[in-house]
């Protein structure tokens, strides 16, 4: 009997693993809720429909996104497929017209042989229509129907249908100034756990007073804002009061400055985001400002004045789970076998980071229903960095695009533009080496 799957939503995750299933001849049934019903973010009913940028950023290999792009291709990714074929000029942006790139992605999908396309809404992961599969995708994309949502998450045991996906900025080790920071924890000066950028009174008031008066990204329409764990917009907490950062995320109580030996105005800390230290979270730094103004505002903090930023903050409706604590390295639900989840709602952000998502679950899925278990991406590549980074710290987990702080850290230590560029030679590099062993596998079957 031929093995089969189901995957619920045709965006870029659910087509891509789709083709890359059918590829390995496995039968694929996609569950596509359009035209019978739309998100409120949706209009078109064509698949892989693309509802805010149509940019797919850097195609520069220097860029995280860019060696993506280059390792998706040479995995023979549908969307990059599409988006090549449709580009529309950009500069260094790889951007697409994207009513034909939409059509492409549809039309590839619909007319392969072991790809069947339902127009209808799955509401329950216990529906009749799931029970003929092998096992089921969970491909929904940020926007996922409510009730799809209370299912999924009963079986997890989250409480909430939805939460904002609130993100905030990333800066590089090697960009801090450590002569102005300071480590510690709150009360326990030896630890090594934060690294704290400490206010005066003087530079606490004109980073409030900035703050307050930069320019935001309004919500849209269908965005009721419904904070994960209680956060808060760090604008928006300031908008409180003068004082309230100073005794919330910027309290100083517990840390004193060994370069002063007292007690600093105000704290902002940093937490790393890997055991390497190669990359640091603003704590309590979820933000709606406009992506200008964080740069500008945030370099105000004592020690990020000449800050690399990885990556900057956000907020925005985005249901997605707590990756390392609910899904398997091979992104099955530990709480139900058979069940996968691919695309933003397993905790990547952004359009790549979710086709690339889908890609390899599906390419991997394929490869096992052959008898044959492939090896994991190596980390120094984009795909692998993305895979591990869905099962990282469970107590910190925040869903992230692809950049170089979450790759191990490099042997030697180089500036900025040559950090970069040894980044994307090893990357290169390891990505060849771990294609030839997959493509070796694929032609012993």
Partial sequence: MNQSIAIIGGGLAGCEAALQLARQGVWVTIFEMKPQKFSPAHESPSLGELVCSNSFRSMETVTGVGLLQQEMQKLGSLVMEAALKHRVPAGKALAVDRDKFAKHLTGRVEEHDLIRVHRREIQDLDAPELQEFDAVIIAAGPLISDPLAQSLFRIIGARDLYFYDAIA??????????????????????????????????????????????????????????????????????????????????????????????????????????????????????????????????????????????????????????????????????????????????????????????????????????????????????????????QSDARYFQPSNIHFGLFPPLKARAKKARRKELHAQRALESFEKWLSEIVAIQQST
């Fill in 169 to 390: 900025p990333i800066v590089s080790a090697e960009s801090i100034d450590y002569d102005k920071t300071f480590w510690g924890s709150r009360y326990r000066p030896a630890d090594e756990d934060y690294l704290n950028c400490p206010m005066s009174e003087e530079e606490y008031y004109r980073f409030y007073h900035e703050l307050v008066g930069a320019e935001k990204v309004p919500a849209r329409d269908f965005e009721d804002e419904k904070h994960f764990q209680g956060c808060m917009p760090i604008e928006a907490m300031a908008e409180k009061g003068e004082l309230t950062m100073a005794y919330g995320p910027l309290k100083p109580v517990g840390l004193v400055d060994p370069k002063t030996g007292e007690q600093p105005f105000a704290v902002v800390q940093l937490r790393a985001e890997n055991l390497e230290k190669t990359a640091f979270n603003l704590v309590g730094f979820q933000t709606r400002l406009k992506l200008g103004e964080q740069k500008r505002v945030f370099s105000m903090i004592p020690g990020l004045d000449n800050a690399e930023f990885l990556r900057l903050g956000s907020m925005h409706r985005n249901t997605f789970v707590n990756a390392p604590q609910v899904l398997t390295e091979k992104l099955e639900l530990k709480a139900r076998a058979g069940v996968y989840l691919a695309g933003q709602i397993s905790g990547v952000e952004g359009y790549l980071e979710s086709a690339a998502c889908g890609l390899w679950l599906g390419l991997r899925l394929g490869l096992e229903y052959k008898g044959i278990n492939p090896p994991r991406p190596p980390g120094d590549t984009t795909l692998g960095a993305l895979m591990n980074h869905l």
